[in-house]
């Protein structure tokens, strides 16, 4: 598998990518007003939500033609309350708005762009982001670029609640800890390639027991597991009951009755059965890990697996358009699939290579 690290903004780096080349997206960009990573012209520092949520667009609008017709868009985003003087916070750590001396956004506000003083005298005192936002809001910056997302053309399939077991501590005392981010499922067109089977759960002993007692005629002993999930199994957990009876097999349609299908084989059951689980939900809790290198945030390895599993198909390729510290191409090669990264920062896209050239230094290559 070959990982490339791309250094240079993803919005100049992606147009240089052949049109339908990836099979997969998974990637977290910066969270808007929350942390400065230390180069002009980043996305994040926008002076106004509307900005930060247009600039996104038009980047995911670069990533679909990129994207195959059956891929999809795993996105992860994180929240901020409004500071009330121009900048975002976590409510227990205010970040400051965008310095007057910083260099702008060239996109954001293109009229600058041939200022005598350069960007630096771009203002940034917030101008409609005061008119629909007060002092302590939640900014909803997750949902807004998800639905700007839909109407530029995404499919929006799903929200899946990314769960801390361990959050950041908050010192609020008017309203709850966070401890939740979202992560987005998009795609591309409405039939996409989505692999359930690789990301099944595992039944609890609850339901196997549940379905036990709803069908003790069948098998009087109560099942494991995995003899509930198996050949000649009595349950199904996704709906689809198989049963072993005298004389034939039977496949259960739903809760309710039993449609009898005659003439076919248990092979035939057995081939057409999914594997031992239940479909994955849409809670996935998941321990932040971090890494010592990076003073920034980062992908859990744990929080990828599954979307790569389900997103992309062996020997196929994922894309980071924003690379950070190399975890999508870390896992990506663990589970053999090619990445590509892009990164903005050239000390991060370093970080990053030697980070997955360490992972697996007999393996992987990662070329820049």
């Given amino acids: 598998m ?31 007003g929350l942390r400065d990573y230390g180069v002009a012209g980043q996305i994040g520092l926008e002076s106004t939500y509307q900005d930060f949520v247009e600039q996104t667009v038009a980047v995911f609008r670069e990533v679909r033609r990129v994207l195959r017709a059956d891929g999809t868009l795993w996105l992860n985003l994180g929240d901020s309350y409004f500071a009330g003087h121009g900048g975002s916070t976590t409510e227990g750590n205010y970040i400051p708005k965008v310095d007057r001396d910083r260099p702008a956004n060239p996109r954001a506000r293109p009229e600058l762009e041939n200022s005598p003083a350069g960007w630096a005298e771009r203002d940034v005192t917030p101008k409609r982001i005061t008119a629909g936002c007060k002092p302590k809001d939640l900014m909803g910056i997750p949902w807004r670029v998800a639905l700007a997302l839909q109407e530029d053309g ?55 027991a549940r379905y036990n007692y709803a069908f003790g005629g ?38 309710h009755g039993t449609i009898h299908r005659e003439g076919r084989t248990e092979a035939e059951y057995v081939e057409a059965e999914p ?16 890494f010592p290198e990076a003073h920034f945030a980062t992908f859990p ?68």
Avoid at 6 to 30: I, K, M, Q, Y
Avoid at 237 to 246: L, Y
Wanted: aromatic fraction near 8%.
């Fill in 2 to 32: 070959t990982v490339r690290i791309l250094n240079g903004d993803c919005r100049d780096v992606l147009a240089t990518l052949p049109a339908e080349s990836v099979h997969c997206v998974v990637t977290s960009p910066p969270y808007w």
């Fill in 154 to 208: 995404w499919w929006l399939r799903q929200d899946i609640i990314w769960s801390k077991p361990n959050p950041m501590p908050e010192s609020v005392t008017d309203r709850c800890t966070k401890a939740h981010e979202y992560l987005f499922l998009l795609s591309k067109s409405a039939r996409y390639y989505y692999d359930a089977e690789a990301i099944r759960e595992d039944m609890k002993a609850e339901s196997v």
């Fill in 218 to 255: 069948a098998k009087s002993e109560q099942l494991t597991a995995e003899e509930a999930a198996g050949p000649g199994s009595r349950t199904h957990p996704i709906g689809m009951r198989k049963v072993k009876i005298p004389g034939g097999w039977d496949t259960g349609a739903g809760a």
């Fill in 275 to 290: 594997k031992p689980g239940r479909n994955k939900r849409s809670v996935w809790e998941v321990a932040t890990a971090p």
């Fill in 301 to 368: 390895p744990a929080l990828i697996e599954p979307c790569i599993l389900a997103g992309c198909p062996k020997g196929g390729t994922v894309l980071d358009p924003f690379g950070g510290a190399g975890t999508t191409g870390l896992v990506a090669d663990r589970l053999q699939r090619s990445a590509i990264l892009i990164e903005l920062n050239p000390v991060y896209a370093d970080m990053a290579r030697k980070r997955i050239v360490g992972d697996s230094p007999l393996f992987v290559e990662a070329a820049e």
